[in-house]
C-alpha cells in the first residue's frame, strides 16, 4: 500500500512525513473546497498539493482556511528529535440544517513548527473521507488531479482491429487516441464497431479523476468470457469528452492492428 492510500494508518504516515518529507509539494492558486455533512468545511486559494507517493498527489489545506467543524487531538506523533510534529484529529461537523454531527477521524494537523517546512500548520483530510472536493467550481473525484500530468484526445483515420483470441471482435477505419501521460495510448472505437454478439453488460463500475465514471464489458469468444476486458464512459468530464459514448480494449490483454502493424502490449494493467 503506497505511503497516503485511502484507509491508510494516519499515523504512519504522519510520522513518515514530519521525518522523511513528501516526495515533493506545489502550490496552487485554484479556489479548493472541501464538503462533509453539507457543510463547506475548508475554502481557500492556499492549499498545496502534497506527493505522499509519486503516482499522485493530496491537497492539504492552511488552518487558517478551516470553518464550520471542531477538531480534537487524538494522538500526537513526534520527529525523531521528540517534538510534537502532527496529530491526528477528531473531526466534528455539525449539519448546517440541525440534523445532526457527523465524525471522523481521518484527518491530520500539522504542527505549526517552521522545521517542517511547507507543511507547517497544514491539514490533511482524506480525500475518499469527504463528501465532495471542488476546484473553483468543478467537482473532483478520487484524488486531486496531478498538475503534471496531461490527456491529449486525437482524432486518427488510421484503421485499427482488435483481436482477441486470435479472432478479430472490433475493427474501425477511425478512432480517438487518448495519450495519457505515463500511461499506454488508448484506442477508442464506435460501440458499432464492435461485434456486438460477443459483448456481455458487466457491474463494474469505477472513477478517473480525469476521465469520469467509467462501465464496463466482459468479452465472450469461443465460450471464454474475459471479463471486464472493455469500458466507456457515458458522461466524461470535459476535458475527455471526446470519448463520450466510445469504447476501449485494454492492450494488455488483447491483440492490437494499427494500420496493419500489431502493436506492443504495454506492461501498464491500468487504464
Request: with cysteine; net charge neutral; glycine share 6%.
Amino acid at each position: 500500500m503506497k505511503p497516503g492510500t485511502h484507509g491508510t494508518d494516519l499515523a504512519e504516515l504522519a510520522e513518515y512525513l514530519i521525518n522523511t518529507g513528501p516526495k515533493k509539494t506545489q502550490a496552487t492558486s485554484r479556489r479548493v473546497r472541501v464538503v462533509h455533512n453539507h457543510a463547506v468545511i475548508a475554502d481557500t486559494t492556499r492549499a498545496l498539493h502534497v506527493w505522499e507517493h509519486v503516482a499522485y498527489p493530496q491537497y492539504y489545506i492552511p488552518r487558517e482556511d478551516i470553518r464550520n467543524c471542531m477538531m480534537q487531538n487524538k494522538q500526537e506523533i513526534r520527529t525523531g528529535k521528540g517534538v510534537v510534529g502532527a496529530t491526528t484529529v477528531q473531526l466534528a461537523v455539525p449539519s448546517p440544517d440541525g440534523r445532526g454531527e457527523v465524525c471522523t477521524d481521518r484527518v491530520i494537523r500539522f504542527a505549526d513548527d517552521e522545521h517542517l517546512g511547507v507543511l507547517a500548520g497544514m491539514v490533511r483530510f482524506e480525500f475518499g473521507s469527504m463528501d465532495q472536493w471542488l476546484e473553483e467550481d468543478s467537482p473532483i473525484y478520487v484524488h486531486p488531479k496531478d498538475p503534471f500530468k496531461r490527456v491529449d484526445i486525437l482524432p486518427s483515420q488510421r484503421p485499427v482491429e482488435i483481436k482477441v483470441l486470435g479472432k478479430v471482435v472490433a475493427r474501425s477505419s477511425s478512432s480517438m487516441h487518448l495519450i495519457e501521460t505515463g500511461l499506454p495510448t488508448r484506442y477508442y472505437l464506435p460501440l458499432t464497431s464492435v461485434d456486438q454478439s460477443v459483448l456481455r453488460k458487466s457491474s463494474l463500475v469505477t472513477k478517473c479523476p480525469y476521465k469520469g465514471e467509467a462501465e464496463y464489458y466482459h468479452v465472450m469468444v469461443d465460450g471464454q468470457e474475459m471479463q471486464d476486458l472493455v469500458w466507456y464512459y457515458r458522461f466524461p468530464t470535459q476535458e475527455s469528452a471526446a470519448v463520450a459514448g466510445l469504447v476501449c480494449f485494454y492492450n494488455e490483454k488483447v491483440d492490437v492492428v494499427l494500420d496493419g502493424e500489431l502493436q506492443p502490449k504495454p506492461k501498464s494493467p491500468f487504464s
